[in-house]
């Protein structure tokens, strides 16, 4: 099994930064692209930044120049960097991780979910 844990959120006032992490750990062979998602209230869940086993990162238009996506690959660890934080930012941030299970088996597995308010 592979388990995901979410740690970093909180509030912060509108202009401030924060930074989420995600760890993956159990029984697998490789970690493919890593993610984060979020899911405002009332709203369905939106894709915010990806980071592929090479490096490549990529960012939804509303966070890009914003928010910055990075990996530790020996801790299998994603992070998020969050800066310039607008009240749209409000969400229930989750990190998804596509992992090789084993040798002929992939499967992605989703975080617990942070919440991250951004208010004054």
């Known amino acids: 099994q592979v388990q995901l844990v979410e740690s970093g959120g909180g509030l912060v006032q509108p202009g401030g930064s924060l930074r989420l992490s995600c760890a993956a750990s159990g029984n697998f062979v490789r970690v493919n692209t890593m993610s984060w998602y979020r899911q405002a209230p009332g709203k369905q869940r939106e894709w915010v930044a990806a980071i592929t086993r090479g490096g490549s990162t990529n960012y939804a238009d509303s966070v890009q120049g914003r928010f910055t996506i990075s990996r530790e690959s020996a801790k299998n660890t994603v992070s998020l960097q969050m800066n310039s934080l607008k009240p749209d930012d409000t969400a229930v941030y989750y990190c998804?991780?596509?992992?090789?299970?084993?040798?002929?088996?992939?499967?992605?597995?989703w975080g617990q979910g942070t919440q991250v308010t951004v208010s004054s």
């Open positions: 998804n991780v596509d992992v090789q299970r084993t040798y002929t088996s992939r499967s992605e597995y």
